[in-house]
């Protein structure tokens, strides 16, 4: 393979765009709603391979042959960070540290009016706030990943699969030595269709969407699969427990993307990363409804950054401790997957309705053993 034009359904991780020195690689949806690239001009090719080299999509192995350095459980003793944060706020705090250590940070922010999440630079601590709290959509990185001055020193945030293709775009630069690189436990990417699906909806009671958060932690920590949707007319709050609409898209597996049932490498203890975070579902913290992240070293860069750590709440456990309630096995195919898919692939707006109803007939071929 010469380069990714005959890529699909892939990570959509925006490395091969990145790092081809024609710049002919555009990164954009493809008919399922997930980033993918695509080569208009394939004439202007030089066949140099790079974006096949920096491709995790491509590559059965992980950039990072690794092992667990370290595993704790923590929090940010900051209640301001602690409140704003989908679990602990030690990814936050890690970010923090290394901000005023010298590093800038290439993190996701939410862009209200492009409807997407996106990596963008923030150098200071003010635009750094924006990358607080989870996005459980797929990221847009070519901007940010773009904005990466090779002479400095950055943390790069992503999902696994975004960090294993950068991992090999900065060891084959050599300059690997620059970065501390920090994941977190996936469950999957939905379709950006659906995502922009919900938005329609919600926009029929907030208006015009100004900011969203998608772990409101009001309700407590374990209630925190709970959606806050700020618009110009007023907002929206609704949680999974109440049947929100998005968490069922995503949490039900109904429109995640296929490389994330088929070819994801990454989960528990699989990661090219420096540090792994996520939320700490275990029974250890289960009276704990303020927010626990859970925190996993890979390398020793890694477990020195999470050590070195300051106004911070840090408990060693191992990792079967640390990490108990994240997925060991990649999400499943939904029974009515392929109807879902086509749903949104055409563009068919349903009332809320009409999907609740959707998802009931999901649930009655899961227990027939129907897919479709």
């Known amino acids: 393979m010469k380069n990714v034009s005959k890529v699909k359904n892939c990570f ?3 490395v091969c765009a990145v790092s081809c020195p024609k710049n002919i690689i555009d990164i954009r949806l493809n008919d399922d709603g997930f980033y993918q690239p695509f080569i208009d001009e394939p004439d202007k090719c030089i066949h140099c391979k790079v974006c096949v080299d920096n491709c995790a999509f491509l590559h059965k192995d992980l950039a990072l042959e690794n092992s667990v350095t370290g595993s704790w459980c923590g929090w940010s003793n900051d209640s301001a960070v602690l409140a704003q944060s989908a679990s602990g706020g030690i990814g936050f705090e890690i970010a923090r540290h290394l901000l005023h250590s010298g590093y800038k940070v290439c993190g996701v922010r939410y862009n209200a009016p492009e409807r997407r999440a996106e990596h963008f630079i923030a150098d200071t601590e003010d635009a750094l706030a924006a990358t607080m709290g989870s996005k459980y959509i797929q990221s847009y ?3 940010g990943f ?4 090779r002479k400095d020193s950055y943390l790069v945030v992503g999902t696994p699969c975004q960090i294993d293709s950068f991992r090999r775009y900065i060891r084959r630069l050599k300059i690997e030595d620059h970065f501390v690189l920090m994941d977190f436990f996936c469950h999957c990417v939905p379709s950006m269709h659906a ?27 374990h209630d925190s699969w709970a959606m806050l949707v700020k618009g110009s007319e007023g907002t929206l709050k609704s949680r999974l427990s109440q049947g929100d609409l998005f968490y069922k898209f995503f949490l039900g597996d109904v429109c995640c993307g296929k490389a994330c049932m088929k070819q994801c490498k990454y989960k528990w203890d699989k990661s090219s990363a420096d540090i ?8 250890t913290y289960s009276r704990n409804d303020a927010g626990v992240s859970t ?7 890694g477990r020195e950054v999470v050590e070195s750590l300051n106004g911070c709440t840090i408990n060693p456990h191992p990792l079967e401790v640390a990490a108990e309630g994240q997925m060991h096995e990649n999400v499943h195919r939904a029974a009515a997957y392929g109807m879902f898919m086509f749903l ?3 563009g068919i707006q349903l009332p809320a309705a009409g999907w609740n109803a959707a998802f009931i007939v999901n649930k009655i071929l899961r227990r027939l053993k129907i897919k479709l």
Request: aromatic content about 10%.
């Open 12 to 14: 959509g991780c925006g």
């Open 141 to 143: 990185t070519v901007d």
């Open 146 to 149: 773009s904005a990466i001055n």
């Open 195 to 221: 995502w922009r699906e919900y938005l329609r909806l919600a926009q029929k009671s907030a208006g015009a969407i100004t900011s969203v958060v998608w772990r409101d932690k009001t309700p407590g920590w």
């Open 276 to 283: 792994r975070i996520g939320d700490a579902w275990g029974d």
């Open 295 to 301: 925190i996993v070293s890979f390398t020793d860069k």
């Open 344 to 346: 949104l692939r055409k």
